[in-house]
């Protein structure tokens, strides 16, 4: 079957179509089954949410509503090349957590889509709502590695850090998430004192490269506490506070690479030391890693460098950042499940 996902939970506006076969599910263990990426088209807004700062809910509302139909087009021949007529069988879309003026704009979309496509086709087509970060939980159905259960999942964002247990392709149970800010939304922030432009993430890793990381000596909050949680705005007011205490201005250039570095390596010793007892803890045989973050180089490195020998494998997906492709495939799983959202913007949605 053919899936038309549509993603706009941020400043992405994402439309993917995918082809997915067989049933993992199936009682027939020896069936194949997988999901084929044909199209996954994303229309960036960096550009313009960097004059600001950050991202501006009115103006990614409005980015995706001029994108939508750019990117539909552009899938439309592949969908049906001989008529060009749209004729999936599922449409997915996001439907949080989110900003809701941007979800909206992608529900309102697929609704549409969804009207049009159904007079196309005599059977029924299916319209499906997903959850963003179960699009990023399932983003390693997407690649060739078939992950071992029961694995440690870390979805980390820049609206999120969590923790799971997946304990087969359907049951997952969270284990620990972020107090307060996520891990991406810390770099964010960080970098805007060091007067690095958005995105921030990239920019930190990129200037850290440059650095010496263990130039300065920053807290890793909660690495020691037994649970899974995690807490990141006192290290990035830590941050603020050692900018403030040496009288130096951010944009000193000697200051800045040490400073990056030194963040960059105390929020990673956090969250890898936390997935690895975790991994321990629960006989893990695999650790799978995704979101914004897990495109962070040097996170995959000193992930590496942490786990050596130890008996869980790695994966770090090779779709971290936001796409519609991800969202297909949850959507895909949730429909083998008989599993749905109401197609109502939910900026706080959980898993």
Request: charged fraction near 25%.
């Amino acid at each position: 079957m053919k899936i038309i996902s549509i993603e706009t939970s941020c400043d992405e506006t994402a439309i993917a179509l995918v082809e997915a076969k067989g049933n993992p599910f199936s009682k027939n263990r020896s069936a194949s089954w997988r999901i084929k990426i044909l199209k996954n088209l994303v229309a960036s807004q960096i550009k313009i949410h960097r004059l600001y700062g950050g991202v501006v809910p009115n103006l990614a509302k409005r980015e995706h509503l001029k994108n939508l139909p750019i990117l539909l087009k552009k899938i439309k021949p592949k969908v049906h090349p001989s008529t060009g007529g749209l004729k999936p069988d599922i449409i997915a879309v996001t439907v949080g957590p989110g900003l809701e003026p941007a979800l909206w704009t992608g529900i309102n979309f697929a609704k549409e889509l969804y009207k049009e496509t159904k007079k196309l086709r005599n059977k029924k087509i299916k319209i499906i709502g997903v959850s963003h970060m179960e699009g990023h939980l399932y983003s390693f159905l997407l690649s060739k590695e078939k992950i071992k259960f029961p694995a440690i999942v870390l979805l980390i964002s820049g609206g999120h850090t969590i923790l799971l247990l997946m304990k087969n392709l359907i049951h997952y149970k969270k284990l620990g998430e972020t107090r307060d800010d996520a891990v991406g939304e810390a770099f964010d922030k960080v970098a805007r004192l060091l007067n690095l432009p958005y995105p921030g993430g990239p920019e930190i890793e990129r200037l850290a490269k440059k650095g010496n990381k263990k130039a300065v000596d920053f807290p890793r909050p909660m690495l020691n506490q037994k649970n899974y949680d995690f807490s990141f705005s006192g290290l990035k007011t830590a941050v603020l506070y050692y900018l403030r205490d040496l009288n130096l201005k951010p944009k000193t250039k000697n200051l800045k690479p040490n400073v990056a570095a030194s963040f960059q390596q105390a929020a990673f010793d956090v969250l890898i030391k936390k997935t690895l007892r975790a991994a321990e803890e629960f006989k893990a045989k695999s650790i799978f890693v995704s979101g914004g973050v897990a495109a962070n180089k040097t996170l995959k490195k000193e992930f590496q460098k942490a786990i050596n020998n130890l008996k869980p494998d790695l994966y770090i997906t090779k779709y971290p950042t936001d796409n519609a492709a991800m969202i297909a495939s949850a959507a895909y799983i949730n429909y083998l499940r008989g599993k749905n959202r109401r197609l109502i913007a939910k900026g706080d949605l959980g898993m």
